[in-house]
């Protein structure tokens, strides 16, 4: 039986030169094709994918033409300038290239002996993420697939470094931990407290101030009651860059509160961890070195492709202390002068070479090029945030501290009363889901102390001062006709 898996040269050129050709077309023409693809349902495109298992090769023309046809064409078009709907950025080709040279490597970045490169750059490349975001040198971290993962670890090390025994006795039997947050924290923290078996129930969500940041003498207020109960207080989990408003907590008020109560002080900064590299923005990140962990994503802040994420931790011996194992067939870390082994920094051993599209753009463009735009971004949503404000028929609903503004569309006939209220979420909630089946524009939607807001996340390189405009233009005419 003749067995060939692999391509034959004219398959391999043929591929190649349509792989090159779509995507540079692809990102050249991205601004002027539709942000969402017109008329897709559930219901179409499963039925566009009811397919038999292919158990006889394909011609490759067929298999192109169907990505493109199939796939390409009925995708979300994340980069577009106006695609604002969640902070999901615009992949630099550089970095989209860099995804392709990572996977013929197909380098699995757990042990040195079998990534030895791979692995020095994933290490470089946290070096130069600390700088970035202005966080403690002497850390030590890993990249993972997002800021879900990242919070994750960072919280599993939390509950390492607070009871070492923990991996071994488990929590059955000893006072509950409990986590601190707010309502506008990310729902994947709630989901890392289940996952660690604390439990929801000892979850204690402080209350914002006016401008959604966590209080800190509430916080403090809670800690002392819970100690007086015999609970356990893990972590405080502040954040920079909150996913609804892009609000950012006091980190110094925060951290003097869990150094007075030996409480780990954990920053999810996926969205906001770079407000450091902006002056303009770097008060809002004063104390984050002194944070004991730290959640990021290359995938937000620094235009890389999914999946990108990075959990530091500022005494470089909690990650291994939650993680490390020992084995008989994978080399060890007992010898500290010996090769780096990412396998006990994290819950994975198959690791994809993720740093590869970071290296190679902060080398290819700059960081001073980053800094730049996201500066742009910021201006941005402050200059979508003075249109709205200056607009009668717009309601701003928190300040756009990072480049997240949150709005919703309130003509003036509806903006008295409970019953007016009511009006104004349900249109707010019709003009969302139209909005997301919308060629021109795509927001997303959140609710703010019981109101319905559009939200609008500037995470694009590409996003213009002219696509404000096309925006409220369209949240006006779909307001109009719903």
Known sequence: MNIDLELSADQLQELGEFTVRFINSYLQDLEHLPVQPPDITPEKLRALFDESLPWKAQELKQIIDEFSTRIAANSSRVGHPRFLGWIRTSPLAAAVYAEALAAVLNQSVAVWEGAPAATEVELRVIEWIKEICGYAPSASGILLSGGSMANFVCLLAARSAVDPQARDRGLYGQPPFTVYLTHETHYCVPKAVDMMGIGRQHLRFIPVDSDFRMDPAAL???????????????????????????????????????????????????????????????????????????????????????????????????????FAVETEYLPNSGNPAGPFHFRDYGPQLSRSFRALKIYLSLKLYGVEAFRASLSHQYRLAAELAERLQSAPDFELLAPPTLGIVAFRYSPPGLQNGDVGEQQLNELNERIARALQRSPRAFLSMTRLQGRTALRACFVSHRTRSKDLEIVMDEVRRLGGEL
């Open 220 to 322: 403090d207020q809670q800690i002392r009651s819970d100690l007086q109960d015999g609970f356990r207080p893990l972590a405080v989990v502040a954040t920079l860059g909150t996913v609804n408003t892009g609000a950012c907590d006091d980190l110094l008020s925060l951290r003097e509160v869990c150094r007075k109560h030996g409480v780990w002080l954990h920053v999810d900064g996926v969205y906001g961890g770079t407000a450091h590299l902006i002056p303009e923005k770097r008060h809002l990140a004063a104390g984050l070195e002194q944070a004991d962990s730290l959640a990021f994503d290359p995938h937000k802040s620094l235009y890389m492709p999914f999946e990108a994420g990075c959990a530091l931790v500022r005494d470089p011996s909690h990650l291994p202390a939650a």
